[in-house]
């Protein structure tokens, strides 16, 4: 069929050409809508600046063709074959392409974005700066291809085959990359904040530079990969594989990474502020020194020997123990967890509920906190349903007043700025406290439970496996069997005096993680 007769018949509202043979033919500049040129043969012709918007060309065969500018927006392509086209800056927006081949397709610049390619075949295209934003590319190949540049911000690539391909600094931000077969790909200096990478395969990938923000990464396969420069800040790599990965500064701020594996990794110059170091495989591990400034700017580097490597990466969790005087019982129970889940509502740091062993006699409560630094200000907020928390409150506040004063009076900057960032959790956690008192009423209902009212306890365990007794109320484990009404409704923030750790004890608690030393 010649382009004249096309034409000709489209003039009379003939729009059925399935299985019409346009192999060769001059096409370019036309335009049809809505036409039907299923299984229809494109081979070899000259599309240029087409337009098929909304048209069906499923299993039409267009390789070799050249489609450069052309538009087919919102058209159906369902197993079409694009091999060796050029599309060139074409829009395909919004088309459907399940299973269509695209293989050494030059897409440079090409709109696929919001475009269905589910199982598209796209390996070893040439996809340099094209928008694949919201496509959905799910169980694609795009084995060796070449996404440099590309935009694929929360496109679907779940299971997708993107091995060997080059995504350098290319845009895959908030995508679905759910096991996904990406070995040996380069991701140098791509963007993949907040992405989900759980499961996926990335042996070997090369990674150096990348942004992995939020990212999602557990149970994902890094071993050899090269990371060198990436920023994981936030990241999730529990259960992660980073067998002989390479760390070197790399960004491991507030990461969760418990049950990773770090086996012959190297780490020297990364930066874990806020980071557990506990649960963690670190046979083999190589690390000169690290970066445990909240900034990552070096200003507080920890040095290791291989002994000091070994504790440091063996470190327990922090934890916050508070006991009770009294056994817990299902009253109690439902409404202290009721005013902890209210608590954290506001209290980012109490979002995790607390372990709990209920003895004949006594309750003990113990809560987990990601970092050290977070361990006073979490304790502020955590004994908040007792009848003890006023007095503990101004204890630990006390506490770090004294640590602000020892580094005003050595003139230690490291403790000085230590001393700073826990005041800023303190003030923190007071202006939280302020609204939680204002609008939570499971505190008034905690406050009259005899529960609340007992003694207590507060114990702090750092990474270090050191512990710091903040506050032992002075009648714990001393209930009379005759005390009086009022005895027992004593408050002991009313007393003038109470117990404070020495500072001597406090600076050996805090002294080995947070190297204060000149």
């Known amino acids: 069929m010649t382009i004249e007769e096309l034409l000709e018949k489209y003039a009379t509202g003939v729009l059925d050409f399935s299985g019409a043979n ?48 052309a538009t087919l927006a919102g058209s159906i392509l369902n197993n079409c074959s694009f091999n060796v086209a050029n599309l060139m800056r074409a829009d395909m927006s919004r088309t459907q392409m399940r299973q269509a081949s695209f293989i050494r397709a ?39 291809a070449n996404l440099r540049g590309a935009n694929l ?3 679907n690539l779940e299971i997708a085959n993107l091995s060997g391909s080059n995504v350098t600094a290319a845009d895959l931000s908030g995508a679905n990359l759910r096991d996904a077969e990406m070995r040996q790909t380069n991701l140098c200096m791509a963007n993949l904040s907040g992405a989900d990478l759980s499961g996926a395969n990335l042996r070997w990938a090369d990674l150096r530079g990348a942004n992995l923000i939020w990212a999602d990464l557990s149970g994902a396969k890094l071993s050899g990969a090269n990371l060198q420069g990436a920023d994981l800040t936030n990241a999730n790599l529990s259960n992660t594989s980073l067998v002989h990965a390479n760390l070197t500064q790399a960004k491991l701020i507030k990461v969760e990474w418990m049950g990773a594996e770090l086996t012959g990794a190297t780490l020297t110059g990364a930066k874990l502020y806020a980071t557990s170091r506990f649960g963690l495989k670190i046979e083999g591990i190589k690390c000169e020194w690290v970066d445990l400034s909240p900034t990552g700017d070096r200003t507080i580097i920890q040095n290791f ?78 004994i908040l349903p007792f009848k003890d928390a006023n007095t503990t409150q101004k204890i630990i506040y006390n506490i770090v007043d004294m640590i602000r004063q020892e580094a005003i009076n050595t003139k230690n900057a490291k403790l000085s700025s230590l001393a700073k960032r826990l005041m800023s959790l303190l003030d923190e956690a007071i202006n939280k406290l302020k609204i939680i008192k204002q609008t939570k009423k499971n505190l008034e209902v905690a406050a009259k439970l005899d529960f609340a009212k007992a003694p207590t306890q507060i114990i702090l365990t750092n990474s270090s496996a050191q512990s710091l007794t903040v506050y032992d109320n002075p009648n714990f484990g001393k209930r009379l069997v005759n005390r009086t009404t009022t005895d027992s409704d004593q408050d ?5 005096e109470y117990n404070i ?16 030393n000149p």
């Open 22 to 69: 346009f192999a060769e033919t001059n096409l370019s500049g036309i335009k049809l809508t809505g036409i039907n040129f299923s299984d229809a043969n494109f081979s070899v012709a000259n599309m240029s600046g087409i337009h098929l918007i909304d048209s069906d060309l499923s299993y039409a065969k267009l390789n070799v063709a050249r489609l450069s500018g």
């Open 106 to 144: 030059e897409l440079i610049r090409t709109d696929f974005s919001r475009a269905d390619m589910c199982e598209a075949n796209l390996n070893s295209a040439d996809l340099r700066e094209a928008t694949l934003q919201q496509a959905n590319l799910r169980h694609a190949n795009l084995s060796d």
């Open 153 to 155: 911000r929360e496109a």
């Open 305 to 382: 020997s291989e002994d000091e490597l070994k504790d440091f990466f063996n470190a327990t969790p922090p934890t916050i123990r508070i006991v009770i005087d009294l056994p817990l019982e299902y009253e109690a129970n439902f409404v202290i967890a009721g005013t902890y889940y209210q608590i954290s509502q506001e209290y980012r740091g109490l979002i995790q509920p607390p372990s709990v062993e209920s003895g004949s006699r006594k309750t003990a409560f113990t809560f987990r906190v990601d970092s050290d630094e977070a361990l006073l200000a979490t304790a502020f907020m955590a």
């Open 492 to 496: 002991p923030a009313n007393d003038t």
């Open 501 to 516: 750790p020495s500072i001597n004890m406090i600076l050996e608690f805090i002294e080995n993680f947070y190297v204060i």
